[in-house]
């Protein structure tokens, strides 16, 4: 399975190569200042839009990739990923009411799509100091998980393609179950 993986600048893109890796897929990295072409060349089975650095709108691949080729190629969105899913969907981004960087938080889901079968809560390296404006929820998106420490939220699912976002980092080796997570998201677990 080719999962592209759209590095939008960040060390931690290269924690999901390994870790796609290490989970049998097939994994190709590309910068996220290539055009859109590049990515369609790979023809992906999968791609995950990666952490980095900035606002959503800073690079324009991760948005036109979820103008395009996300309504049939399932996505996952890690952190700026995250926030970019939220922004294409008419989400506003906001500065989050505390910068967290390198903290763990219990993360509460609704247990369907990437968290089917995860234990409830579950602990989650959280590195952001941007989120979703909870209050400016597209009608599109879903929140499929929550911070208990904050109550921010965490995760976002699409109501009509194969689209989902977490804000903290399933790829971290303080994360419980997010190797479960992003194999749920390579074996189809987008509800």
Excluded: W
Excluded at 115 to 129: E, K
């Amino acid at each position: 399975m080719k999962v592209v993986i759209v590095d939008c600048f960040d060390s931690f893109s290269y924690n999901l190569l390994q870790l796609v890796g290490s989970l049998g897929g097939d994994p190709v990295v590309i910068p996220a200042d290539c055009p859109l072409k590049a990515v369609e060349e790979e023809e992906p089975d999968r791609i995950i839009l990666s952490p980095g650095p900035g606002k959503p709108g800073d690079m324009a691949l991760p948005m036109e990739i979820l103008a395009t080729l996300s309504k049939t190629v399932p996505t996952l969105g890690v952190c700026l990923g995250h926030q970019a899913i939220c922004a294409a969907a008419g989400g506003r981004i906001i500065h989050a009411p505390r910068p967290v960087h390198g903290e763990v938080s219990e993360i509460s889901h609704e247990g369907s799509g990437i968290y089917s079968g995860l234990q409830n809560p579950f602990s989650a390296v959280r590195y952001h100091s941007l989120v979703l404006d909870e209050g400016s929820l597209p009608d599109d998106l879903l929140i499929t998980a929550y911070s208990l420490d904050d109550h921010l939220p965490m995760g976002v699912r699409h109501r009509r393609f194969p689209i989902e976002g977490v804000q903290f980092h399933p790829e971290s080796l303080l994360t419980e179950m997010g190797n479960r997570l992003i194999a749920a998201f390579l074996d189809g677990g987008i509800a």
